[in-house]
């Protein structure tokens, strides 16, 4: 399973864009980049998957370069609300979750 | 469409005592995924079932057992409890077979063992 590596922490004011960079070094041709947020006391929950180049959607976009060893979350024009923990995950797709420790966001106005 | 529930919220138990937690998948999933969290950390696989079928496992020891019934809700069973199974342990859902591998978590139990 490919490992990911995510900053551990980071610092945001609100309607700032912010950017987490994930490195998978080892992703496989099968696997897929997935991000998923948390909030204390809570489930995750899905924000946005892709195999490659850019995915948008109505909360985020997904960077992934050619190669596919990295790939960055972009979320435009943060809130308060957008204080999370938010995973990077990499795998086959209908494979149980691999999660490692995430990047805690914190937004402050 | 209702969503994930797990039950129950909040649970106490003893060291040596059993527990046994369930969980509702979302309408018309047909797998349920189980995790341990651990405080600071990230969600860990225990285990998948797949139409009442165990289909894949974490490195999580026997003690850690499951059940999926035919309308898809499911059960983690956990016996012998140790100090360090307290943790929220979260059950997902999700459509397997399909172009849509999301999957859908419930709040989860927050399990404290003294």
């Known amino acids: 399973l490919a490992k990911t590596t995510q900053p551990i922490s980071m610092d945001s004011y609100e309607g700032q864009e912010v950017n987490i960079t994930c490195s998978h070094n080892?992703?496989?041709?099968?696997?897929?980049i997935t991000w998923y947020q948390q909030f204390p006391s809570q489930g995750p929950r899905f924000i946005i998957q892709?195999?490659?180049t850019k995915v948008t959607n109505e909360v985020a976009s997904l960077f992934i370069p050619a190669d596919r060893k990295s790939s960055t979350l972009s979320l435009p024009r943060v809130s308060l609300s957008d204080t999370a923990v938010y995973y990077c995950?990499?795998?086959?797709?209908?494979?149980?979750?691999?999660f490692g420790k995430g990047t805690t966001l914190s937004v402050s106005s | 469409e209702t969503g994930v529930t797990q039950s129950p919220t909040h649970l106490i138990k003893t060291r040596g005592q059993q527990v046994t937690l369930r969980c509702s998948s979302q309408?018309?999933?047909?797998?349920v995924s189980w995790y341990q969290q651990a405080l600071g950390q990230g969600p860990q696989f225990i285990f998948q079932?797949?139409?009442?079928?165990?289909?894949g496992r974490g490195n999580f020891p026997p003690r850690f057992s499951g059940l999926q019934f035919p309308n898809y809700s499911s059960e983690l069973n956990v016996n012998a409890l140790e100090l360090d199974d307290s943790a929220l342990y979260l059950c997902?859902?999700?459509?397997?077979?399909?172009?849509?591998?999301?999957?859908?978590f419930g709040p989860g139990t927050r399990l404290t063992v003294t």
């Open positions: 997902a859902s999700s459509l397997k077979g399909t172009d849509g591998v999301e999957q859908y």
């Open positions: 080892n992703i496989a041709t099968n696997d897929y």
């Open positions: 892709g195999y490659k």
């Open positions: 995950l990499v795998g086959d797709r209908g494979t149980a979750l691999i």
């Open positions: 309408s018309g999933h047909n797998t």
């Open positions: 079932y797949y139409r009442e079928e165990e289909n």
